[in-house]
């Protein structure tokens, strides 16, 4: 896997609102890895990204999702972006014209933190780990087994990027 992936994997949106607490506007959907069967509970906004139950939805999770290397200092909204030749340039997040062109194809991109992990065990004895992050207020849960473990830590930054996962024409 590229090392600026943490995790990928195609869900099945098993449930959509299956916790009424969430806000106007934010559907809560639970979703399971088809490869993995990781267990993924997702707040979506969902005027800009709406799913329903048996969609399923192609996750990626980066470090990066624009060309150049990054220099976070001091936690400001300033970010200084290296190019190939060592230049750097302060880049506004925003701008979507220096976005990677193999994450161009997502259409629902997130940035968020992640702000609590653990260690669980499940039924069947297998350890598993809890990654959730917070995506403005937009909350993430992530239950994989330890062997899917990226290079994950409280505070890092990482970015959500989803997109529908093409039906086959057989379907």
């Not at 099945?12 to 916790?19: E, Y």
């Not at 969430?22 to 993924?40: F, P, Y």
């Not at 990054?70 to 750097?88: C, F, H, I, P, T």
């Amino acid at each position: 896997m590229d090392n600026n992936v943490f995790f990928k994997e195609v869900f099945d949106v098993l449930d959509v609102n299956c916790d009424t607490s969430v806000a106007e506007n934010v559907n809560r959907i639970h979703c399971e890895g088809i490869e993995t069967q990781t267990d993924l509970l997702l707040d979506l906004y969902s005027p800009v990204f709406n799913v329903k139950k048996g969609e399923k939805i192609n996750v990626l999770l980066v470090k990066e999702i624009q060309s150049g290397k990054r220099k976070l200092e001091n936690d400001d909204s300033d970010m200084e972006v290296y190019d190939a030749n060592g230049q750097s340039s302060t880049v506004d997040p925003l701008d979507t014209s220096s976005i990677l062109n193999e994450y161009s194809k997502f259409k629902y991109i997130m940035h968020g933190k992640i702000y609590k992990i653990e260690n669980k065990m499940i039924s069947t004895n297998e350890p598993i780990i809890a990654v959730y992050a917070s995506f403005g207020g937009l909350l993430f849960r992530l239950q994989t087994s330890l062997e899917n473990h990226s290079d994950w830590h409280i505070d890092r930054n990482l970015y959500l990027l989803i997109r529908r996962e093409k039906k086959k024409s057989s379907e």
